[in-house]
């Protein structure tokens, strides 16, 4: 054997690989456990679904909250880069508020913990995993208005708030009746503007 094999095969080495595959498996497992039953979740359905001891994922994240902060900073990251993307995919600055809207509530809206999280930001200030969001909410809000196409009187807050309560909203309704919280969001969105409603979305027929 050469060295370099005896290096890759090394107990150290091994070990080390071990724990990382340890520790991904967490962050999986705490992932869909934490988007179905949200920040109330037992750390233990976390280990048994990755298969891994209760020391074992205590020595990766000694908290519960380590491990919702890890796993929670990783959705966040990807919710707000499908929200940029969403944000800069038509020129049309109204376009892109609404678009921005939807994308936001269909893909993340079914987290529970993404969706509690995100909510803290306004009862507990100091809460700062929303706040890249709410920036692009806020250049959404500014080119909007530049172009005529939003109520002058809207605030960034007023559109973090109402993503806020819709995200609840669409967790409330079922999964095969989407039609119900796409009325809502038409509704609120046709609040937001001067112009004639649009229509609102209809049931779909099975």
Not at 29 to 40: H, I, K, M, R, S
Not at 65 to 87: C, H, I, K, N, P
Not at 110 to 116: I, K, P, W
Not at 121 to 130: E, I, K, L, M
Request: proline share 5%; hydrophobic share 40%; net charge neutral.
């Amino acid at each position: 054997m050469t060295r370099a094999e005896h290096s890759a095969t090394s107990p150290k080495r091994v070990r080390r690989a071990d724990a990382e595959r340890n520790r991904a498996a967490i962050i999986e497992a705490a992932a869909g456990v934490l988007a179905e039953q949200g920040c109330t979740v037992d750390v233990r359905e976390i280990a048994q679904r990755s298969g891994v001891g209760m020391g074992t994922l205590y020595r990766h994240f000694p908290t519960k909250e380590d491990l919702l902060g890890t796993v929670l900073e990783r959705e966040f990251a990807t919710w707000t880069s499908e929200a940029r993307q969403a944000a800069t995919a038509t020129e049309d600055p109204r376009a892109a508020l609404e678009e921005f809207f939807e994308q936001a509530l269909v893909n993340q809206a079914h987290h529970r913990a993404v969706v509690e999280r995100y909510c803290e930001n306004w009862r507990h200030p100091a809460q700062t995993c929303g706040q890249p969001l709410v920036r692009i909410i806020d250049e959404l809000r500014e080119r909007a208005q530049r172009a005529g196409k939003l109520r002058p009187d809207i605030t960034t807050d007023d559109l973090a708030l109402l993503l806020a309560a819709l995200s609840q909203t669409v967790q409330m309704t079922p999964v095969d009746k989407p039609w119900l919280w796409r009325r809502q969001l038409r509704v609120c969105l046709d609040g937001l503007n001067c112009e004639h409603a649009a229509p609102l979305p209809v049931a779909e027929r099975h």
